[in-house]
């Protein structure tokens, strides 16, 4: 745990960050139409969900390592990375609405991937409501990582595995080729996987920063 | 910081080996050429460094409560 306390990996990010946002504007992109610039959108718009993704995962692996030992600061993790990963999640959603609007016609086409990300967003909404409504301490953290848990994968399943399975305008779905080959190259490349790297350490940070207030907050209930 | 200088270096090495290219679908070649992105990455950046400085604000402040208990 000490690794939320040091400085160099916020730095790092933050470094990596500028980057991607410098080379993001100025580096060559592959010519595409209906695209045009807006393929840039992808070292904004991907590393959200990627963001999202990594503290939702840290996330589970607390709730996993709560219901193993009981620890209340496990607790605490888990539940403050769900808060920030919702705000990557809205991020996501309304920067890929954006692009959607002036790529695909409209902001929202009833697209699956669409459609799926906002059900499951739903699914997280759901989590904050359901542990706003216990009181009990203990329960609410044993029953809030039970359900988050369960939550992930159906996220995941929602975002990731059913849109690939009809039809969908996002890029990587039914048939549509992903960000790969054809659309992609390595001078995307060397800006797309540090913002992505550095994206997750920017979440992990601000998760970071809510569980050692709320680490505070609790340990002051527990004086008084 | 001096790790961070080099990276600079090898930046605007890299940023002068992209620039100019010829291409058929309509790209915002124009506002490159006549330099005006660079208004915008210039604010972008700006913003993002705004951000990290609160960011790094918050950690001090936060460190500073945490010494106190």
């Given at each position: 745990m000490k690794f939320i306390y040091q400085t160099w990996w916020k730095v790092l990010a933050v470094v990596i960050i500028l980057y991607t946002l410098i080379a993001g504007f100025l580096f060559g992109v592959p010519t595409l139409p209906i695209l045009h610039e807006t393929i840039r959108n992808t070292y904004f718009h991907v590393p959200m969900w990627i963001a999202m993704f990594t503290v939702f995962t840290i996330s589970v692996i607390y709730s996993i390592a709560y219901l193993n030992t009981g620890k209340e600061e496990y607790d605490l993790i888990a539940v403050e990375c769900v808060n920030t990963g919702t705000f990557f999640y809205v991020l996501g959603l309304i920067t890929g609405m954006l692009w959607a609007k002036y790529?695909?016609?409209?902001?929202?086409?009833?697209?699956p991937k669409q459609n799926s990300a906002a059900i499951a967003f739903l699914l997280y909404c759901a989590y904050a409501v359901l542990r706003n409504s216990i009181d009990e301490e203990q329960k609410r953290a044993k029953i809030s990582a039970i359900y988050n848990i369960f939550a992930f994968p159906i996220m995941i399943v929602l975002i990731m595995i059913l849109p690939r399975m009809t039809d969908s305008l996002?890029?990587?779905?039914?048939g549509n080729p992903a960000f790969g080959k054809l659309d992609m190259d390595n001078r995307m490349r060397v800006v797309l996987y540090p913002a992505f790297i550095a994206w997750a350490l920017i979440a992990v940070w601000i998760a970071s920063l809510r569980y050692r207030i709320r680490l505070i907050e609790y340990k002051r209930n527990e004086i008084s | 910081m001096k790790k961070i200088l080099v990276l600079a270096l090898l930046l605007s090495v890299c940023i002068t080996a992209f620039a100019g290219q010829s291409q058929q679908?309509?790209?915002?070649d124009a506002m490159r050429s006549s330099g005006k992105i660079y208004v915008v990455i210039a604010i972008v950046v700006i913003i993002f460094t705004g951000l990290a400085i609160y960011l790094f604000s918050i950690d001090r402040r936060l460190k500073k409560i945490e010494k106190e208990k």
């Open positions: 790529t695909w016609g409209e902001f929202w086409s009833n697209d996002h890029p990587g779905n039914g | 679908v309509e790209m915002a």
